[in-house]
Structures are given as C-alpha cells and as structure tokens.
C-alpha cells in the first residue's frame, strides 16, 4: 500500500482524535445513567469534537484548489458556527437545568447561521456543465427531491413534534432541522445528479446524512430528558464530527492522489440514469400510505404536495423523452456521417442508392487519392487527417450542387450525380475529378501534390442499385494501368471480374489439389555457357475443367492444359493467394535445392525466387524465409530472392521487408532493371546484390549504338557496385557473344535453356559435376 502524505496523516488523525471524544462522551454519557456525573461533562466533550471537526475542513481546504479550497474554507465556518452555538447551549443549559431543549435567541442564531453558511458552502459547489436542457433536467430532478423530502419532513414533523412550546424558540428549531436536512438534499443532488468537480463525490456522499442528525435529535431529545448530563445535542453532534472528519479525510487523500477535476471528467463519461428521483418518490409515496391508514384522509397540504410531485414527475419524464429522441437523432446522424470530413459514409451512400429514387438515372464515381498510404507514412497522421478532409472539400466543390458525395472509406471516395447534373454525361465527371487535384492541397502546413485515380459507372432503371460495384470494378481495373487517371465501367470488366473470380476458387482448388508445378531456367556463365545458377518459375495444370471447376465453358483455365503465369499471377496478387502459392513455391524451391546439395555439392545452382509485391508486404515473409532455410539445411547465399523495382520504389513497408531478408543472408535480385521507376536510387536504398538486365536491352543489341552503350552501362553500373549483372532474355548466340565482349559474365534465355523440371536440371549438371 502507498504510504500516506503528511496532509493525508493529519487529516486521519483528525478522525481518530473525533471518533476519540465520540468514544469519551458515550462512556460518559452511559456512566451517567448508572451514577451521578456533572451535568456539564459531556458538554466539552461535544465542543472539542466540533472543532476537531472543523480542523478537518480546514486540512482540506489547505489540501484542495479553487472552488474546492472555498467550500471547504465556508464549510469550516459553518462548523466554527456549530462549535459557537454548541458553548451557548451548554451555557443555556447550566442555567435551565431540567428543560428538555434549552435555547437562547443568541444559541438559536448561531446555530441558524451555521446552516445558512453550510447551504450556501454547498449551493456554491460547481456541478458539470450542462446544455439548456441538461439544466432544466437537473432543475427538474431537484424540484422532485426537494418536494418529495419537504412532504416526509412535514410528516416527521408532525409525528415527531418540537418538544418546546410553540413561538418564536420553536419555529427557530423547525427551521434549523429543515435548514440541516435540507443541506443533506442539496449535497445529494449535488453528487448524485449534478456531478462535482471541485469537491470529491464520496466526501459528499459521506456528509450527506448528517441532515437526518436535526430529525434524530427531536426523537432523542424527551428520550434523555431524565438525566441531567445528556443532551439531544451531546448525543448528535459528536457522530457529526466523526462523519466530518472522515469526509474530510476522503477529500484529502483524493487531493494527494491526483487533480479531482481529472477525476470528475473522466467520471462524466460514465453515463447513467440517476435513481434519487425515483427513491424520493417512492419514499414520499410509502409517506402518503401510511398518513392515510394513520389518519383515514390524507391532509389538504399532503394532497397538493403529491399533485405536484406528479406533475414534475410527467413533465420531468417529457423532458427525457425528448432527450432520448433527440440523442438517437444525433446517433443516427453519426452512424450514417464520417466522423473525420463530415461527410456521409458508405452506409449512407449505399442506402441512397438502395432505396430506389435515383431508379431513373445517376452516375456513380468512386475516386481513391494515388499513393495515400506512403504519404500517410512519411508525413504522420495528423498531416494524413488533413489530406483527407482537403480532398473531401474538394470534391464536393467539383461536384457541385445536387451531387452527394460520401466517404467510403480510408482514402476513398464516392460521388453520386442525379439525372440532368451537368457533369453526368459521358466522362465528365472524371475529367473534372482529375483536373482538380492537379492542384496542391494545403494541408497541416504542406502544400502536398495528390492526384486521384477513379472509376465511373453510369445505369439507369433497375440496375441503378449496382452503379457503386461497378464503379469499383473501373476503379481497380484504373489503377491497375498506373495513376492519375479514370476508367468507365464497360461490359468487358464484368465478364473479367467474372472470370477472375472463377480463376480465384479454381487456384484455391488447384493449391489444395497439388496442381502446381516448379520449372528451372538456368542462369549461365558466358561464354560457355555453364549453369552457375536456376530461376524457379511456377507452372499450373489444373487437372480438370468444365464450367464447375473453371473451365473453358465458364472462362476458367483449360481442362488439363498448363495456364500461363501472365494469367493466374495477376488474380493471386488480387485475391491474396499469392501468399499462399508464394510460400509453397519458397517451400518446394528450398525441397529441390537441398537434393541438389546433397547430390552435387559445391556445384549445385543457387536457386533464384521471385517474390511478389503482395508479399513483400507481408511482414511473416522473412521468418517464413528463415524457417524453410532451416528446415532443409541451407545456407542462406544459396537462395536469391528476385524483386521488381515498383515493388520497392514507394519504400514503407515492402522496403523494410527487402532488408530484414537480406538481414538473414539471402541474396537480393532486382528484376527487370531499367524499366521500373528511380533505378539508381533504388541501388543506394535497397540492399541488392545482383541486376537482371531486363529482356528489352538485349532485344536490340546489334542494332543501334545507343542501345549497346545503355547496355554497356547497366554492366558498368553493376561492376562499381559490387554487384553481379545477368542479362535476361538472351535468344541468339550473336546476341551472348554480344553481351560477353560487353563485359556481361552471366546471362539467361531460352538460347541456353528453356524452364525445365528438377529431374531435367539434374541431367544438365551431371557433366559439370
């Protein structure tokens, strides 16, 4: 447990030493009804712990800070108040001994401008900030309380009558014991209904019964008239400093703990339906029963108090009726609106296009901002937040009146063009979308260059309701050619989306089937052509067809026919299965490389693996990499994973995934160099370690000059480097003997070999071995 603070063990002993004369006045007050005691000895007893009382609320008001500190300074005083009025009575008493209630004027107004100080310490409290109607609710909630406890109070008062003879004494004493129970009323409503931040909510609580203590001591008083040395006031007043201190103590030890303002917002979170209402309700109703079995009517004064109980409980219970219709307002709104652009979302976008009223006409755009994800990376989230609501605004302006334009999702949005809008008609409203960000945006500080690809898809009649597919459908089939441009929906697309879902379960059946095969290209070394190395490419065959599994009849691949990789990569990257096939392919490639070791040894081909955008993504690939390494023996230069330039040119993630592989000591191949984006910055970001000279600088050699000198230079590039070039795609000997008197020492085509099966591999290298 943490060790108290300092102002935290004073204020314990305060307690202690209250609880202290508590216990001294009990033995005192019982050895008295046994033998014969001064009249005055519980008399200082009940005056020291009133002070001690209000040394407590000094201690807290030390310990709290602004509205806190003063109510907790007033509250003092009105316990000073106590503790004056307490010493006059005592003096009253000495002098009257045998009345059952001595007062004086002077003790009576002491005692009213105690409970004066104290409603009006706790009135001043703050609560939680309200709007209008949260005020009037609250407003409302007091109203019922107050009435509720000021109909029990009459009854108690009527029960439990002033012992003292009726004027001016004892009207001061039925308005000192509303005056305490109404203290009590305000501390409740102030904690259960209002909420406080200055004051700790459980010192309230704690406080909160002390204004039963004026009721108690009308019972107590004829109860102890016999005896000389008690009192009603000796007997109530001593438990009142106890429940002071302890309150005290509550509000310190929160003080010392941490801001009681933090506390009190955070607290405000927790909604919930306050119970005090209904528990003066139905105490007031209990009240009423029993008046009237008692009496046989209920009283004139009752029955009008009850007739407005009722009318603030109907009308209190219309205000939450309305709060409630007007919160699930809100919540509907939020529910159908972006929180972030305050725009409407893809439920309400797609509701509107569900619900029929554009039936005769509309053109649906869904635009997505190019290369969002980098951007977001590079420049933070706050600066990514401010892109989004910059584009949003944007669009809308290009949109236009009578267009609804919606966030769909992350960076995506969606506009829907009513029949008749000016830019409905053809390719409008594309144009105008690219054409406005060619712009910069300003956003957080930046002026940042985002352009937007997009699709648009225009119906009519029934079909309307399908416009946001295939909006989509052209949105991807844009980006799939490049950025900063648009595509229409048209037919073909559907027909491929189509196929290529009956490509995706048919691949999925082919992975579970064991259709795919490894075919070897070997990679040679000029001039004669000797293998120093194999490319693993993946071939399927799947072993049936027909319209169920993908066949010709439903666009699939061919019974029992090969299918081109040009065909199937595609729909694996699109469809994620490429993650799947990339680690069977990693699998088996690392399977046929062992058995090569085994059998050849330092001869065996290092085994080349291309690895696909989508998985360099995916952050499990170098451990996948590093397991099957381990499974079957490998070193790790024995493995050569091939990359293609736009894979790794945004950097982020994928180029994060390019150094962890190369981390474990397999090498990096860049495919295709020369034709992606940014080749030489590539070679000072990436961790490269070999350049495959793409196919379209070998075609042309013989040819032209400038096409030998950009060949010629690619070589020179990769010797300064420290890198191994290969040139791909060699069909001719002119063209490998070429590439030798360039300076090229290794080379792949189907001049050497063609992709071949393991067993095949195997036969080529049983000569070199």
């Given at each position: 447990m943490r060790p108290l603070s300092r102002p935290a063990r004073t204020a314990g002993w305060l307690v202690v030493v209250a609880s202290g004369w508590t216990l001294a006045a009990v033995l005192l007050g019982v050895i008295g009804t046994r033998t014969a005691v001064p009249a005055w000895s519980l008399w200082p007893c009940t005056v020291l712990a009133v002070l001690t009382g209000a040394a407590a609320c000094a201690v807290a008001s030390a310990t709290s800070g602004g509205a806190g500190s003063v109510f907790w300074r007033q509250f003092g005083y009105a316990v000073t108040l106590i503790a004056a009025g307490t010493v006059s009575q005592a003096v009253d008493?000495?002098?009257?001994?045998?009345?059952?209630?001595?007062?004086?004027p002077i003790t009576g107004l002491l005692f009213l401008a105690s409970v004066a100080v104290g409603v009006h310490a706790?009135?001043?409290?703050?609560?939680?900030?309200?709007?209008?109607?949260?005020?009037?609710?609250?407003?409302?909630?007091?109203?019922?309380v107050a009435v509720a406890a000021g109909l029990v109070l009459a009854r108690a008062l009527t029960v439990m009558p002033v012992p003292l003879p009726t004027g001016a004494l004892a009207t001061a004493v039925q308005v000192i014991v509303l005056g305490g129970a109404g203290a009590a009323v305000v501390a409740v409503v102030k904690v259960g209904m209002s909420g406080t931040g200055a004051v700790h909510g459980p010192a309230l609580w704690i406080l909160s019964p002390v204004g039963t203590l004026g009721p108690i001591?009308?019972?107590?008083?004829?109860?102890?008239?016999?005896?000389?040395?008690?009192?009603?006031?000796?007997?109530?007043?001593?438990?009142?400093?106890v429940m002071l201190t302890v309150s005290a103590f509550s509000q310190v030890r929160a003080n010392v703990a941490g801001s009681p303002v933090a506390r009190a917002v955070s607290g405000e979170r927790r909604r919930g339906i306050s119970a005090i209402p209904y528990v003066a309700v139905l105490a007031t109703s209990i009240m009423l029963i029993v008046a009237i079995l008692d009496l046989g009517y209920l009283p004139a004064g009752f029955a009008a108090g009850a007739v407005s109980l009722i009318v603030l409980v109907v009308v209190r219970q219309h205000v939450a009726l309305s709060d409630n219709v007007l919160l699930l307002d809100r919540l509907a709104d939020k529910a159908r609106h972006d929180g972030l652009t305050g725009l409407p979302n893809r439920r309400f976008f797609t509701d509107l296009l569900n619900s029929g009223?554009?039936?005769?006409?509309?053109?649906?755009?869904?635009?997505?901002?190019d290369n969002f994800a980098a951007l977001n990376d590079r420049l933070g989230d706050a600066s990514g937040d401010a892109v989004l609501r910059q584009a949003g605004e944007r669009i809308v302006r290009t949109a236009g009146e009578g267009a609804l334009v919606a966030r769909l999702t992350g960076d995506e949005f969606g506009v829907l063009l009513p029949a008749g809008h000016p830019l409905a008609a053809g390719d409008l409203l594309a144009e105008a979308l690219l054409r406005a960000f060619q712009e910069p945006l300003p956003a957080d500080g930046?002026?940042?260059l985002v352009t937007v690809t997009a699709g648009v898809a225009a119906g009519s009649g029934d079909t309307v309701a399908d416009l946001l597919r295939r909006a989509e459908l052209a949105l991807q089939a844009a980006q799939r050619v490049g950025a900063d441009r648009y595509q229409r929906h048209t037919a073909a697309l559907d027909t491929s989306a189509r196929d290529s879902a009956r490509m995706a379960a048919a691949l999925r059946r082919g992975l579970d089937t064991?259709?795919?095969?490894?075919?070897?290209?070997?990679i040679v070394e000029l001039p004669h052509g000797i293998i120093r190395g194999v490319e693993a490419l993946v071939r399927w065959h799947p072993a049936s067809g027909g319209p169920e599994s993908g066949g010709p009849a439903s666009g699939g691949p061919a019974s029992g026919g090969p299918v081109s990789p040009a065909e199937f990569i595609p729909v694996a990257e699109q469809t994620g299965l490429i993650i799947d096939l990339g680690a069977w392919i990693l699998d088996t490639a690392c399977a046929d490389a062992a058995a090569w070791h085994a059998r050849?040894?330092?001869?065996?081909?290092p085994v080349s693996?291309?690895?696909?955008a989508r998985q360099l993504l995916d952050p499990d690939l170098p451990g996948l990499v590093a397991a099957a390494l381990s499974r079957y023996g490998l070193e790790p230069p024995g493995i050569t994973l091939e990359i293609t330039e736009t894979a790794v040119f945004a950097g982020g993630p994928a180029l994060d995934t390019v150094r962890a592989l190369r981390k474990i000591g397999v090498g990096i191949a860049l495919d295709d160099f020369g034709t992606g984006h940014s080749s030489l910055t590539l070679l000072r970001t990436c961790p490269v370690t070999t350049l495959k000279v793409d196919k379209s600088f070998i075609d042309e050699l013989n040819g032209s000059p400038q096409q030998e000198a950009i060949a010629a230079s690619l070589r020179g590039i990769a010797d300064t480097l420290g890198l191994r070039a290969v040139a791909e795609g060699v069909e001719t000997q002119d063209q490998a003997d070429r590439l030798h008197a360039l300076g090229y020492r290794y080379a792949q085509g189907y001049h050497f070999a063609r992709p071949a099966p393991a067993a095949e591999i195997d036969l080529a290298l049983a000569p070199a071995a």
């Open positions: 008493t000495q002098r009257s001994l045998g009345d059952v209630m001595a007062f004086t706790l009135v001043r409290v703050p609560g939680a900030r309200r709007t209008w109607r949260g005020t009037l609710a609250l407003f409302l909630d007091i109203a019922i001591s009308l019972v107590v008083a004829p109860a102890v008239q016999q005896w000389p040395h008690l009192n009603a006031t000796v007997v109530v007043l001593p438990l009142f400093a009223r554009h039936a005769a006409s509309g053109t649906v755009a869904v635009c997505d901002l930046h002026d940042l064991g259709e795919f095969r490894l075919v070897y290209q070997p050849w040894g330092a001869d065996a081909p693996i291309n690895v696909s």
